[in-house]
Nanobody
C-alpha cells in the first residue's frame, strides 16, 4: 500500500526556518510527481509546491516563492520542503501528496491528479 509519512513540523519563530520531510513507500517513488499542500484552521486545502518525478521541474505558489524550496531524493524515497523566512500566515498542517503521473500542475484548480496524502505535520509560526 502507498504510504506517506510527514515529519519535521513544530514551532518556529517569525523569520525562522523548518525543514519538512515526507518518507514514501509502497510504490516506485522515482516514477511519480509529488506535492506539498497545507490547511490552516477554517480554510480549505491549499496547494503549496510540486516537483516532477525526476526533480527537474519545481513549482511554487506565489506567496512562498523565494522562501520555500522543494526537493527530492529518489534514492531514499524522500521529498523535502525547506521553509525559510516563516511568518504566521504559514501556520497550517502540511501534507505531502503523490501524483498520478510523472508531472504536477502549477497552481492546480483541483487535486484530481493526486491519489494519496499523508497524515500531515503541524507547523506553527509565532508572532
Amino acid at each position: 500500500q502507498v504510504q506517506l509519512v510527514e515529519s519535521g513540523g513544530g514551532l518556529a519563530q517569525f523569520g525562522g526556518s523548518l525543514n519538512l520531510s515526507c518518507a514514501a513507500s509502497g510504490f516506485t517513488f522515482g516514477d511519480y510527481g509529488m506535492s506539498w499542500a497545507r490547511q490552516a484552521p477554517g480554510k480549505g486545502l491549499e496547494w503549496v509546491s510540486g516537483i516532477y518525478a525526476d526533480g527537474n521541474h519545481k513549482y511554487y505558489r506565489r506567496s512562498v516563492k523565494g522562501r520555500f524550496i522543494i526537493s527530492r531524493d529518489n534514492a531514499r524515497n524522500i521529498v523535502y520542503l525547506q521553509m525559510n523566512m516563516l511568518g504566521p500566515e504559514d501556520t497550517a498542517v502540511y501534507y505531502c501528496g503523490k501524483a498520478r503521473f510523472r508531472t504536477v500542475i502549477e497552481e492546480p484548480v483541483t487535486f484530481k491528479e493526486y491519489d494519496t496524502w499523508g497524515q500531515g505535520t503541524q507547523v506553527t509560526v509565532s508572532s
